[in-house]
Nanobody
Framework: VQLQASGGGLVQPGGSLRLSCVAS????????MNWHRQAPGKQRELVAG???????NYADAVKGRFTMSKDNAKNTVYLQMNNLTAEDTGVYYC????????????????WGQGTLVTVSS
């Protein structure tokens, strides 16, 4: 099982990016999924998360600008980021609980490799 994050890049302030995180392997289903980020010189922080079938939760710093969604059919989670600022610069990681395998289904927690987002003019 692997989580592969993509979609990062260089964007100007006020711009938008859409990150994707695809789970691959013998996936049964996605459980709780999260997006984290780590800015240069700072600790990793939770940005957004989806728990069960509830609505996404967001860090105060990104509320109203970021939208997290999950496509169970594609084993993919997304993070739509709008109105980006320099403070959003960092490496973005997805992680979550993945159910995999067959008879019986197993569960484990995985991290993606990170995708770099740079907001600069």
């Amino acid at each position: 099982v692997q989580l592969q994050a993509s979609g990062g890049g260089l964007v100007q302030p006020g711009g938008s990016l859409r990150l994707s995180c695809v789970a691959s392997g013998n996936i049964f289903s996605l459980g709780n999924m999260n997006w984290h980020r780590q800015a240069p010189g700072k600790q990793r922080e939770l940005v957004a998360g989806i728990t069960g079938r509830g609505p996404p939760n967001y860090a105060d710093a990104v509320k109203g600008r970021f939208t997290m969604s999950k496509d169970n059919a594609k084993n993919t989670v997304y993070l739509q980021m709008n109105n980006l600022t320099a403070e959003d610069t960092g490496v973005y990681y997805c992680n979550g609980n993945i159910f995999y395998g067959w008879g019986p289904v197993k569960e484990n927690t995985y991290w993606g490799q990170g995708t770099l987002v740079t907001v600069s003019s």
